[in-house]
């Protein structure tokens, strides 16, 4: 078994629990309410921006010329999905710039983004794409199985077509091939550190969904 199946393996409960999460089950039936998802987009477009950072961060780690246009693009990559969220569902919905400027990170949101931060800054290369991977392949796989039974006419299709897209899971396959080699190099003690980091994140996914499913912010006087 290949090193990024072995991570997708030790997983796989957690992507199980993701994909029945209620937040992605009402996604595909299109049945989620709009307030929710609202909220989700908020949150995802200030993460996108973290992400991209932390891409950046990651492409200046790597030890080949490779991976500093594998990163560099995807950090660009998710600063454009970013403004086509304020461009098409954002627009859509009435969500102003104002409004978006002005609306903070959720607990959930802001510990993703400082894990992401954290780790892209302080790790070793192997470790930073380790954490970076669950970001790209649930996505695509959560994406995939929603595009397989997404309700007629659901009014987030955009959404769901581009985790499903053949060039999104094109650049998924990408990370994982490198993910494999930087393993296959690794010491052991590298490679424990890369499947922390990977569960690290994979269940940072879960949470940012179950958040904005439960409308979740910072309680009392931290509001
Ligand atoms: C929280 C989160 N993780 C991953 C992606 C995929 O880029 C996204 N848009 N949002």
């Given at each position: 078994?290949?090193?990024?199946?072995?991570?997708?393996?030790a997983?796989?409960?957690?992507f199980?629990s993701?994909?029945?999460?209620p937040?992605?089950?009402?996604?595909a039936?299109?049945?989620?309410?709009?307030?929710?998802?609202?909220?989700y987009?908020?949150?995802?477009?200030?993460?996108?921006v973290?992400?991209?950072?932390?891409l950046?961060?990651?492409?200046?780690?790597s030890?080949?010329?490779?991976?500093?246009?594998?990163?560099?693009?995807?950090?660009?990559e998710?600063?454009v999905?970013?403004?086509s969220?304020?461009?098409?569902?954002m627009?859509?919905y009435?969500?102003?710039?104002?409004?978006?400027?002005?609306?903070?990170?959720t607990?959930?949101?802001?510990?993703?983004?400082?894990?992401?931060?954290?780790?892209?800054w302080?790790?070793a290369?192997?470790v930073?794409?380790?954490?970076?991977?669950?970001?790209?392949?649930?996505?695509?796989?959560?994406g995939?199985?929603?595009?397989?039974?997404s309700?007629?006419?659901?009014?987030?299709q955009?959404w769901v077509?581009?985790?499903?897209?053949?060039e999104?899971?094109?650049?998924?396959?990408?990370?994982?091939a490198?993910?494999?080699?930087?393993?296959?190099e690794a010491t052991?003690?590298t490679?424990?550190?890369?499947?922390?980091?990977?569960?690290?994140?994979?269940?940072?996914?879960?949470?940012?969904?179950d958040s904005?499913?439960?409308?979740?912010?910072?309680?009392g006087?931290?509001?």
């Open positions: 078994m290949s090193f990024s199946q072995s991570l997708w393996q997983n796989l409960p957690l199980q993701t994909l029945e999460l937040f992605n089950q009402e996604l039936a299109g049945s989620l309410n709009r307030e929710r998802f609202c909220h987009m908020i949150q995802d477009a200030h993460y996108l973290a992400y991209g950072r932390a950046a961060v990651t492409a200046a780690k030890d080949n010329a490779e991976g500093v246009v594998q990163f560099a693009n995807a950090a660009n998710a600063v999905v970013e403004r969220l304020h461009d098409g569902f627009r859509d009435g969500i102003t710039p104002d409004r978006f400027a002005a609306t903070p990170l607990p959930a949101c802001h510990h993703y983004c400082s894990y992401l931060l954290a780790t892209a302080s790790a290369y192997p930073a794409v380790a954490a970076l991977l669950p970001c790209f392949w649930i996505y695509a796989e959560v995939r199985a929603i595009h397989a039974r309700a007629a006419g659901n009014p987030y955009p077509d581009t985790y499903a897209s053949e999104f899971h094109a650049v998924v396959r990408g990370v994982c490198t993910v494999d080699r930087l393993a296959a052991e003690s490679r424990a550190a890369m499947h922390a980091a990977y569960r690290d994140a994979a269940r940072l996914e879960w949470m940012f969904w904005a499913y439960r409308l979740a912010d910072w309680q006087p931290l509001r």
